[in-house]
Nanobody
Framework: QLQLVESGGGLVQPGGSLRLSCAAS????????IGWFRQAPGKEREGVSC????????NYADPVKGRFTISRDNAKNTVYLQMNSLKPEDTAVYYC????????????????????WGQGTQVTVSS
């Protein structure tokens, strides 16, 4: 069974930091780009960041540029999202998802078919 499991969410004050993890089980992430998405109450899901299977390509949504950093450790079959300078508007459920990449050097994009998805982890930024 292919599974992604997010962890690392929680309650943090504005200006604080969190590191989310996305761990894969049942398959290797070596052939997959990984995207992070989030959904706030009453809002549509939006793409946050992605990293290509090689790690050479990353992408960030404008609201998080300069504050979030995505990385991957294929040896641990895990992708991370370091979130700094958090703002109340970052409050959402964060999901990771995998996208098959045939070519090693393909860039990542926050669109197209992502499967599987994780169950999500809540991030709340509040004083």
């Amino acid at each position: 069974q292919l599974q992604l499991v997010e962890s690392g969410g929680g309650l943090v004050q504005p200006g604080g930091s969190l590191r989310l993890s996305c761990a894969a089980s049942g398959f290797t992430l070596d052939y997959y780009a990984i995207g992070w998405f989030r959904q706030a109450p009453g809002k549509e899901r939006e793409g946050v960041s992605c990293i290509s299977r090689s790690g050479s390509s990353t992408n960030y949504a404008d609201p998080v540029k300069g504050r979030f950093t995505i990385s991957r450790d294929n040896a641990k079959n895990t992708v991370y999202l370091q979130m700094n300078s958090l703002k109340p508007e970052d409050t959402a459920v964060y999901y990771c998802a995998a996208q098959w990449q045939t070519l090693l050097r393909s860039p990542c994009v926050l669109s197209g078919n992502f499967d599987p998805w994780g169950q999500g982890t809540q991030v709340t930024v509040s004083s």
